[in-house]
C-alpha cells in the first residue's frame, strides 16, 4: 500500500492557536509566539484542539520539511505553556570578573584583567538574571533562550591561551 500524503500531528494540550498568512501563533500561560512557516507545498491546518502539517508531495525533502514544521510547533506549544530555563555559571579563578544586566544588554568587567567590558545585547522576550555565581537566562521562544545563553557562552572565550590554565568564563551547566 502506498502512503498517499505526509501528516504530522501535534496536540495544543490547553494552549490555543491561529493560522493566516503564513504565521502560525500559539498562545498560552506564559505568553504568545509566533513563528513564519514559509516552506512550499506544505500546509499547516488547525481542528480539534490539534494542528496538523501536511504535504501532497511525498519525497525525502518534502519529509524532512513536514517533520522539522512539526518539532517548531511543538516546542512553541511547550514554550506557551512553561518557559525554557538554561543555567549558566560564572567561573572566575585569576581575575574576579563583575557580571552585570541592565535592560537588555549583558556585561562583563575585568574579564581576565580587560579595561574594556565585554557587552552584549539580547532580545526583549527573554529574561536574564544574576543570582551569585549563577546566571538564569529563560524565556518562552527555546531558540531565542538558547541563542541569548550561547552568546553569553562566546562573550567569555578565550583565544591564545591554555584552556587547561585559564578556565575563567560563564559555562552553561543545564539546559531545558
Not at 8 to 33: M, Q, R, W, Y
Request: hydrophobic residues 35%; proline residues 2%; contains cysteine.
Amino acid at each position: 500500500m502506498k502512503i498517499k500524503e505526509l501528516k504530522e500531528t501535534v496536540n495544543l494540550d490547553g494552549a490555543t492557536a491561529s493560522f493566516a498568512d503564513k504565521i502560525l501563533s500559539v498562545k498560552g500561560p506564559t505568553g504568545e509566539i509566533k513563528r513564519k512557516f514559509n516552506e512550499t507545498g506544505m500546509e499547516i491546518k488547525i481542528d480539534d484542539n490539534k494542528i496538523f502539517v501536511q504535504s501532497k508531495k511525498i519525497n525525502k525533502h518534502q519529509k524532512i520539511k513536514v517533520c522539522t514544521a512539526a518539532a517548531h510547533i511543538k516546542n512553541m506549544v511547550r514554550g506557551a505553556k512553561q518557559k525554557f530555563v538554561y543555567k549558566l555559571k560564572i567561573c572566575s579563578g585569576h581575575f574576579p570578573m563583575n557580571v552585570s544586566v541592565s535592560g537588555n544588554t549583558f556585561t562583563i568587567k575585568n574579564f581576565l584583567g580587560e579595561k574594556v567590558p565585554r557587552e552584549m545585547k539580547f532580545n526583549q522576550t527573554v529574561s536574564v538574571k544574576i543570582s551569585g555565581a549563577e546566571v538564569t537566562v529563560e524565556g518562552n521562544d527555546l531558540e531565542l533562550a538558547g541563542q541569548t545563553a550561547a552568546a553569553i557562552e562566546q562573550l567569555t572565550r578565550i583565544t591564545n591561551r591554555d584552556r587547561r590554565i585559564f578556565q575563567d568564563g560563564v559555562y552553561i551547566t543545564s539546559k531545558p
